[in-house]
């Protein structure tokens, strides 16, 4: 176990995103204790670290795990650092309300454990069950455990969760559905609207009720929906709700990516990986996640075995960034924006402390990366958690840190 701020001051010397100015960044501790402005600078990014709203595990290691394990919460958590994600909600999706809890208490106890997992856990997301049990809407939540909104069953989850669940993701077109919301929000939860075949009214009433927030817009809905009425623009149109979206390159077309960042705003986006356990494992078929085999293929869609379809995303929110460039026309500063910026303030995490963006007394949680000019992809040279360096490449190989190391070698 480390201690948070165990580390000496030291530096981090780039490029900042925000300015696109060469600068030193001074650490003291946990914190960010100054910003030099220099000449020259190593040809490298520094970012607010990634933030992901929505992740199901990575590197083979799952939240939603048949046998729920503190060990298992931590390995996802840091396979995620190596890809410059610093903090981020573990999603739990739907199953039994024992299975549920059971996945709690394993985020509670990592984060009992190292108190830099903890920080990396900024709350838990839940994804169900009380969503739509249409196919198209209800995606690959298993219908045998969808169920109506409970607020006595919410209780329960937060009292096996520490009180930590930040996000839930629910239909409001479900008997109960908005009462539930308000309910949650008076408890300071987020509620988002998602998996749903709701109609515009029920749309408006749960944002009224306090929703304000749309899970993986686009995605989780029916492969047809009429032109015009349906459950997709109004969450689109409304100001009120910002929007998470799947930028891996296989939920969203490129001109869709276009279109719904024009219309819902960079201030209302969210870009999260939504990634399964399977993310960053190698290419090939893979039997015992969800209903059937599934298979990865390289460049990371993840299909049911022998059909086109999706089977989840596999990709991190450092592949997403170059997806957004690439695809989504954004620039660099901006689709930052969607990784850092947007989900902290989406937690509120960005007045108290400072996450989400680079400056002096701010929570120094930073991702240090290169992009190549041609195909937009983000390499993460080093990952930066509550001032202690817990990733960093090294030539053509990489290392995880753990304990509290010397200065980087820049």
Excluded at 58 to 63: I, L, V
Excluded at 91 to 117: L, Q
Aim: proline fraction near 7%.
């Amino acid at each position: 176990m480390t201690n948070l701020g165990a580390e000496a001051a030291r530096f981090v010397d780039g490029y900042l995103v925000e300015t696109g100015l060469p600068v030193r960044v001074g650490i003291d501790g946990a914190f960010i204790s100054e910003i030099v402005h220099r000449e020259s600078a190593p040809p490298r990014w520094i970012a607010p670290g990634f933030i992901d709203l929505q992740v199901n595990g990575f590197g083979g290691h799952d939240f939603n795990r048949d046998a729920p394990d503190a060990n298992s919460v931590a390995r996802a958590i840091q396979e995620l650092w190596r890809h410059g994600v610093t903090g981020l909600c573990p999603t739990v999706g739907t199953h039994s309300e024992s299975h549920m809890r059971r996945c709690f208490e394993a985020v509670v106890a990592a984060s009992a454990r190292d108190p830099v997992i903890a920080h990396s856990v900024l709350g838990i997301h839940v994804e169900g069950p009380h969503i739509s049990p249409e196919d198209g809407p209800r995606g690959a939540h298993p219908r045998e455990h969808l169920r109506p909104p409970d607020v006595a069953e919410y209780g329960r989850w937060q009292t096996s969760a520490a009180g930590r669940i930040c996000i839930v993701t629910l239909a409001p077109e479900l008997e109960g559905a908005v009462e539930y919301v308000r309910s949650i929000v008076s408890d300071g939860v987020i509620a988002s609207i998602g998996h749903t075949a709701a109609d515009g009214q029920q749309i408006d009433a749960a944002i009224n009720a306090g929703a304000r927030l749309a899970t993986h817009l686009g995605n989780g809905a029916h492969a047809l929906i009429p032109r015009h009425s349906n459950y997709i623009w109004p969450q689109l149109a409304d100001d009120r709700l910002t929007a998470t979206f799947i930028f891996d390159g296989h939920h969203l077309p490129p001109p869709l990516i276009k279109v719904v960042l024009r219309a819902k705003g960079i201030e209302r986006s969210v870009m999260v990986s939504d990634a399964v356990a399977l993310a960053g494992l190698p290419s090939g078929v893979y039997d015992g996640w969800g209903s059937g085999p599934v298979e990865l293929l390289p460049g990371g869609r993840l299909i049911l075995k022998g059909t086109p379809y999706l089977a989840g995303a596999t990709v991190s929110i450092a592949e997403c960034l170059g997806v957004a460039m690439r695809d989504g026309g954004l620039p660099l500063q901006q689709a930052i924006q969607l990784a850092s910026a947007n989900p902290a303030r989406v937690l509120r995490l960005d007045t108290p402390t400072g996450r989400g963006s680079v400056r002096v007394g701010a929570s120094a949680d930073l991702t240090v990366f290169t992009v190549d000019p041609l195909s937009a992809r983000v390499t993460i040279q080093e990952t930066v958690v509550a001032g202690m360096t817990v990733y960093e490449r090294a030539g053509i190989g990489d290392h995880m840190v753990v304990e509290a190391t010397q200065s980087p070698t820049h």
